[in-house]
């Protein structure tokens, strides 16, 4: 199910907020996990199997791990067999059918694909079993004897399918007790429609304009229609993605939970390295912790750093994605930060405020770029066509209008909201305004954005019978 | 998990709005009758479905369960419409893929130049090249007919229009054609006579269709080539009108692209043309698939709206004349050649006509029904269905 459903928000939420609320509060955690499990079904049930698999693996796992706490070499080698086995589960319906074309491309063999269906959330569910484990092990969290509770950590439905990652350490405390607060409450589901109206007023309006130039071909493209889809490629995953965080963190907080931030105004950086501390926080935490400090961090000199890095890297550009793409993306990163790291944060303080800002933004945009393609000799030719000052140089004019025209008003928002401004409007008004005042001003913001949110919503499903051809 | 006092005596009002606004808009949906048709969308509302397990198990009930909910929505229609207003109001002429034109032609261009990408070799040699030889088995002649795309000729109605993309779109055309008669298969192309007559209601403004007019034309290009191709054979000569009419049929005519629009207040001022030739025979068969059919040749009803202009789509039809010295011809397209076949009837002897979408779905059909029928002329303007 997704957020942005009709069943979602019209049914399945309002309907899941009544009855947590109406229940005794021992039996909500048993309620939760079974509106997580729905959730998870809904669509697709076959799929639900592979999750509780993975939740089994765990807790047997967490048992284990807990249990040779005295030994520390045997924690070591159950700790290695549970990486092993999520990481398979991962491969298996992840990457199988990469491996296999690799394979193929290499020795020449015509070993055919599987076409294994990716289930839902897994990448996340599955980073999130492992933190459990891992937080065991390193006695930062105690081990559930009831599985119903780990089962609603690791499938607790707002952080499902896209996260935030919430490491066990963070949430352990909240699965046995959450207080509930009426502000927090309140600020919970303004945070929810916040983050719908990033996801359905503009990732998916400014993702209209995006897709038009990635699905058009490099070719085709010219300098100004090359960098407007990429700008719009860029805001759009950025509305998208920190959008979801967004309502996840709502619903969390909707039903007691406090979830970590995930993103902080990335675009805002000023630097690469600052950049991944405000994108996507909690992989980024997760593999910083779990990964690079494990292997030395930079601990251990500057080649080790270095080549930690390059390995986190690889990896955080795997885990995105079964594809060449995703890892040349994570390597661009690797480069840029060892870069960064070596030679130019030295001279940060020298350069003017404005050009770190644009040296960053141009590198994001091209990284982007690289994600968002399906080949790398796709993202390799619209990146050239990115810096081609000669290609339709005369319809370079006509295309500004038409982008300015059908697309301005929401990349321009885009770019005004990707910044802290809404926050500061926020502050400002509370300023300015009595406590009640202010409460009433957000709840009527929320029900104005919530409204044009319904309203995208059912015109996305407007689908006029027509046939284009002759 | 700790309430506290004083928090349980406070009401989250905000949360309580929010569930309230929900629970109003779904108990309305509910209470309020099921739509079954939608002449705004042009299409039946999806209807309530239980599930049964192999549609849960595949997933399928679940998407029809999210469709007939927003389909079913209250104030859907008004939604919409608001809408269509709000991105109207900020500046937006593309609304769904459809661009408003400041002469209210509404043309299905998103930016890009349309591309004359469709007779490309896989479809010349899998497709033309195997009709081409069934035709020639029995000695008929066969062609490809390519019908002036209406995105080129509102072309410079298009706001963000680039002059040079239509002269490009010319040039790569007629490259098309030149490999296909390099293949030896004989087109028809109706660009030139559309320009000629470019000053004319050729397209509607409101529909992604030509109008009668439109065809007529493309019609008279058909006779040329084929007068060309054949210069020892008794030409064959469309005559004038007997009778044309034009008229709004009654209620809305939605164009295709309006309701694609979604904007009830856009003005539309298409109107429907249709037409008579002189000496139009009055005694003929007609079979659809083979059985014999008591339609007529031309629906003259004025409430049939779309239907009148096309004259309907039928998978195969075959109107027989009892005119021996005239020749044969079979017509193979979409809703575009639907018109050439009213007029062919009036030239050729036996008229036949299959429409893919109807129509089986594999060459051999094809082949086989070709030299079955051996009409003298075989044309082919729209198979892109076909494998």
Not at chain 1, 38 to 48: E, I, N, V
Not at chain 2, 5 to 29: M, Q, T, W, Y
Request: contains cysteine; aromatic residues 16%; glycine residues 6%.
């Amino acid at each position: 199910m997704l957020f942005s459903s009709y069943t979602f928000i019209i049914i399945f939420l309002p309907l899941l907020i009544i009855a947590y609320y109406i229940i005794p509060e021992k039996l909500r955690n048993a309620l939760l996990l079974a509106a997580s499990l729905a959730f998870y079904a809904w669509g697709g049930p076959s799929y639900l199997l592979v999750m509780l698999g993975s939740i089994l693996i765990n807790y047997v796992s967490g048992l284990a791990v807990d249990g040779l706490s005295e030994r520390p070499s045997a924690k070591r080698w159950a700790v290695i067999l549970t990486v092993v086995l999520n990481l398979s589960l991962l491969g298996y319906y992840k990457y199988t059918d990469f491996f296999i074309e690799n394979i193929n491309w290499i020795t020449g063999l015509d070993i055919p694909l599987r076409h294994i269906i990716l289930p839902l959330g897994i990448s996340f569910y599955t980073f999130q079993g492992m933190s459990y484990v891992f937080d065991i092990s390193r006695g930062k969290g105690k081990v559930l004897k009831n599985p119903l509770r780990l089962a609603l950590y690791i499938s607790f439905f707002p952080q499902l399918i896209a996260g935030p990652i919430v490491r066990y350490e963070t949430i352990a405390p909240q699965l046995e007790h959450r207080n509930v607060d009426t502000a927090v409450l309140n600020d919970a589901i303004f945070r929810f429609v916040r983050g719908l109206t990033k996801k359905v007023l503009l990732a998916n309006m400014i993702g209209e304009y995006a897709g038009i130039c990635f699905a058009e071909g490099a070719g085709s493209l010219t300098l100004v229609s090359s960098w407007a889809g990429a700008i719009a490629y860029t805001l759009q995953i950025y509305f998208d993605f920190s959008g979801y965080s967004d309502m996840a963190i709502g619903l969390g907080a909707i039903f007691g939970f406090s979830f970590p931030e995930n993103f902080d105004h990335p675009y805002c950086a000023q630097s690469i390295t600052e950049f991944w501390r405000r994108w996507h926080i909690s992989l980024g935490t997760w593999f910083r912790d779990y990964v690079y400090i494990p292997l030395g961090g930079n601990r251990k000199g500057k080649l080790r750093q270095f080549l930690n890095i390059i390995v986190v890297w690889f990896l955080t550009g795997f885990w995105h994605g079964a594809s060449w793409n995703f890892v040349i993306w994570g390597l661009y990163y690797a480069l840029i930060l060892v870069l960064e790291k070596s030679v130019i944060l030295k001279y940060k303080e020298k350069i003017p405020v404005f050009f770190r800002h644009i040296y960053t933004i141009i590198l994001i945009v091209i990284g982007f770029v690289i994600f968002n393609s399906p080949s790398l000799s796709f993202s390799s030719s619209y990146i050239s066509r990115m810096f081609d000052l000669t290609y339709g140089r005369s319809t370079w004019a006509s295309e500004l209008i038409h982008i300015f025209r059908e697309y301005g008003v929401v990349i321009l928002a885009g770019c005004i909201f990707s910044t802290p401004v809404a926050d500061r409007i926020l502050s400002l008004i509370k300023e300015k305004t009595s406590a009640s005042s202010y409460e009433v001003i957000k709840s009527v913001i929320m029900t104005v954005l919530f409204l044009a949110c319904f309203m995208r919503l059912v015109v996305s499903s407007y689908n006029p019978f027509i046939y284009f051809r002759f | 998990m700790n309430t506290t006092d004083n928090e349980k005596k406070r009401v989250p009002k905000r949360i309580v709005l929010f569930v309230g606004i929900c629970l109003a808009i779904l108990s309305a949906s509910l209470i309020k009758k099921d739509v079954e048709y939608s002449s705004f969308e042009n299409r039946t509302m999806q209807f309530f479905r239980w599930p049964d397990v192999n549609s849960v198990l595949s997933g399928e009930w679940f998407e029809v369960f999210e469709t007939y909910n927003l389909d079913q929505v209250i104030g859907r229609d008004l939604l919409v419409e608001i809408n269509t207003h709000i991105l109207r109001a900020l500046g937006k002429r593309q609304i769904d893929r459809i661009t408003a034109c400041d002469d209210d032609t509404l043309l299905i261009i998103s930016y890009d130049f349309p591309q004359p990408a469709r007779v490309g070799d896989p479809f010349t040699e899998n497709v033309l090249i195997p009709l081409k030889d069934a035709t020639a088995s029995y000695g008929g002649q066969f062609y490809y007919m390519n019908i002036y795309p209406r995105d080129v000729y509102f072309w410079n109605s298009f706001p963000y229009h680039k002059d040079e993309t239509v002269d490009d779109y010319h040039a790569a055309n007629d490259e098309d054609m030149r490999d296909l008669n390099g293949k030896g298969i004989l087109s028809v192309d109706t660009y030139g006579i559309t320009e000629e007559h470019s000053d004319e209601y050729l397209f509607f403004k409101s529909d992604h269709h030509y109008t009668y007019k439109g065809a007529y034309y493309s019609y008279l290009k058909l006779l040329d080539v084929i007068n060309a191709n054949n210069p020892d054979k008794e030409p064959l000569s469309f005559p004038e009108w007997e009778k044309m009419d034009h008229f709004r049929p009654e209620g809305k005519f939605w164009g295709s692209l309006v309701s694609h629009l979604g904007d009830p207040g856009y003005k539309n001022t298409d109107f429907l043309e249709y037409a008579l030739p002189k000496d139009y025979p009055d005694e003929y068969t007609r079979y659809e698939f083979g059985e014999p059919s008591d339609m007529p040749l031309i629906r003259q009803d004025e409430t049939t709206e779309y239907g009148f202009f096309m004259n309907g789509d039928y998978g195969n039809t075959v109107v027989k004349t009892n005119r021996p010295d005239r020749p044969s011809i079979l017509i193979i397209g979409k809703s575009c050649t639907d018109a050439l076949e009213v007029m062919a009837v009036y030239d050729f002897n036996e008229m036949h006509s299959i429409d893919p979408r109807m129509f089986e779905n594999n060459i051999t059909a094809y082949t086989e029904y070709i030299k079955n029928a051996k009409c003298d002329y075989v044309v082919v303007q729209d198979i892109f269905e076909m494998e």
